[in-house]
């Protein structure tokens, strides 16, 4: 079965650090996969997908990046924090298939201090 | 682009009682269309979706949702609701010749009374 896989589970960081959050899946291959941000009362919004190695797609212009250095690793990046980067963050992959649903990681709790 | 509406950023029903969470989408073409439920400070499960194979959709813990063409909804309901229900619930719709992006409604938090 598949299993996606979220860490940290929990972050507080400094306005102005850098930031790593990194997402793993396994028991599936070549599968797209997806950055969420959750901020309260505000819904999901996407950041970032990729439908393979190196490539990325960006949703919304902002201070943060995402990379896919293998097939079922993702990884979202920032060098500088800002306060209105927290949230909660959230991984998703799914087939590639049209209508295929999205499986979610358990998500990182971001606090920008 | 497609949107999804939720009437209703917060239901709340007794225990025991129906539960109707409202969905609308935007699109000529009937769309692909999800619900997931989200507990606190956890990621989002799939309820269920519907792929156009038949309009009432049967999920898991006893939910179920129907797609309707002519009003452009796909709303969730369960008959009969339990405390272990109270969550939020998201509305999620993908286009046909899709480039596999959901667009979310901005979600319905459930609260359960006893």
């Known amino acids: 079965s598949q299993t996606i896989h979220q860490w940290p589970a929990t972050l507080v960081q400094p306005v102005g650090s850098p930031l790593s959050l990194e997402c793993t899946v396994e028991g599936t291959s070549n599968p797209n996969l997806y950055w969420y941000r959750q901020a309260a009362g505000r819904g999901l919004q996407l950041l970032f997908y990729s439908v393979g190695i190196g490539q990325i797609s960006s949703e919304v212009p902002q201070n943060l990046s995402a990379s896919r250095p293998q097939d079922r690793q993702f990884i979202l990046s920032s060098k500088k924090l800002l306060l209105s980067d927290s949230g909660f963050y959230l991984c998703?992959?799914?087939?590639?298939?049209?209508?295929?649903?999205?499986?979610f990681g358990p998500g990182t709790r971001l606090t920008v201090t | 682009a497609q949107s999804v509406t939720q009437l209703g950023s917060h239901v709340s029903v007794s225990e025991g009682a129906l539960v109707l969470l409202r969905c609308n989408y935007s699109s000529s073409v009937p769309p692909y269309l999800f619900w997931y439920v989200q507990y606190p400070n956890q990621g989002l499960q799939l309820l269920l979706k519907?792929?156009?194979?038949?309009?009432l959709v049967k999920g898991i813990n006893g939910f179920e949702a129907e797609f309707k063409k002519s009003e452009t909804s796909f709303h969730l309901t369960k008959p009969s609701a339990h405390m272990s229900d109270a969550a939020e619930y998201f509305c999620?719709?993908?286009?046909?010749?899709?480039?596999?992006?959901?667009?979310f409604g901005k979600g319905t938090l459930l609260t359960v009374n006893p």
């Open positions: 998703a992959w799914s087939v590639k298939v049209a209508g295929g649903e999205q499986y």
């Open positions: 999620a719709v993908s286009d046909r010749g899709s480039n596999y992006k959901l667009t």
């Open positions: 519907y792929t156009s194979a038949a309009t």
